[in-house]
């Protein structure tokens, strides 16, 4: 079952704009990835935070982790049209290496 | 970096027919590939894990005998989507594990097919 959730469902921003979006989860975890997927296409991986990470930065995302409360959140800066995509967040649960996804949220930047 | 290859990219065909669909991971060996289906705006619903050289564990709810996967080697694990009805059009994606020994990694994903069954 999925059990990530993932909020918002979905986001508009002008480009420039800061954008967050945020991700709780139920059960330990062995890391937690955030991934990107534009329309019709595979996804692409962006950053894998651990458990014992609190936070994490690639070029102009930034992700926390706040294991305390089941939750992770995604920071792009700056945004561009380039980044609308639809985002997920992913856990690696302690019990294996499968990965359950959260339903998404599907980010349009408008230039 | 890692890059998985999955083929064919869409495929339109008549009720009935078997589709197979290949994952080709092309510069690392991947022990366990993963395949996933996706409904328009929805997320990935993880179908089964391939182990190269075993057999397939399947989720809850997946037929095993209507998706058959078959992981002959290291860099090769292929779906099959026997006798398909309209009911099995969707998005299907695989990705491959390249994590080594205890190093946990990002799973690396192939860019879709399209099924769409007439």
């Known amino acids: 079952s999925q059990q990530g959730e993932e909020d918002p469902q979905a986001l508009s921003i002008q480009e420039g704009e800061n954008a967050t979006m945020n991700c709780s989860y139920k059960?330990?975890?062995?890391?937690l990835q955030w991934y990107r997927q534009n329309s019709g296409r595979g996804l692409v991986h962006l950053i894998l935070?651990?458990?014992?990470?609190r936070e994490k930065h690639s070029g102009r995302l930034r992700v926390t982790l706040d294991t305390s409360k089941k939750s992770s959140s995604l920071l792009i800066t700056a945004s561009r049209a380039a980044d609308t995509a639809s985002y997920f967040c992913?856990?690696?649960?302690?019990?294996?290496?499968?990965?359950?996804f959260g339903e998404g949220t599907q980010l349009t930047v408008n230039p | 970096g890692a890059v998985v290859s999955q083929h064919p990219s869409r495929v339109i065909c008549k009720s009935g027919t078997s589709v197979k669909i290949e994952c080709r991971s092309l510069?690392?060996?991947?022990?366990?590939m993963f395949w996933y289906r996706q409904f328009p705006k929805q997320s990935l619903m993880l179908m089964a894990t391939?182990?190269?050289?075993?057999?397939?564990?399947?989720e809850q709810g997946v037929e095993k005998d209507k998706f058959l996967i078959n992981h002959a080697s290291l860099t090769l694990s292929t779906l099959t989507v026997t006798s398909a009805h309209p009911e099995d059009s969707s998005f299907y994606i695989c990705?491959?594990?390249?994590?080594?020994?205890?190093?946990?990694?990002?799973?690396?994903f192939g860019d879709g097919t399209r099924l769409s069954i007439l």
């Open positions: 990705s491959a594990d390249s994590s080594f020994r205890s190093v946990r990694g990002p799973q690396h």
């Open positions: 059960t330990s975890i062995n890391n």
């Open positions: 935070i651990r458990s014992n990470e």
């Open positions: 992913a856990t690696e649960e302690t019990s294996g290496s499968r990965l359950t």
């Open positions: 510069d690392f060996q991947a022990t366990t």
């Open positions: 391939s182990n190269e050289g075993s057999k397939a564990t399947y």
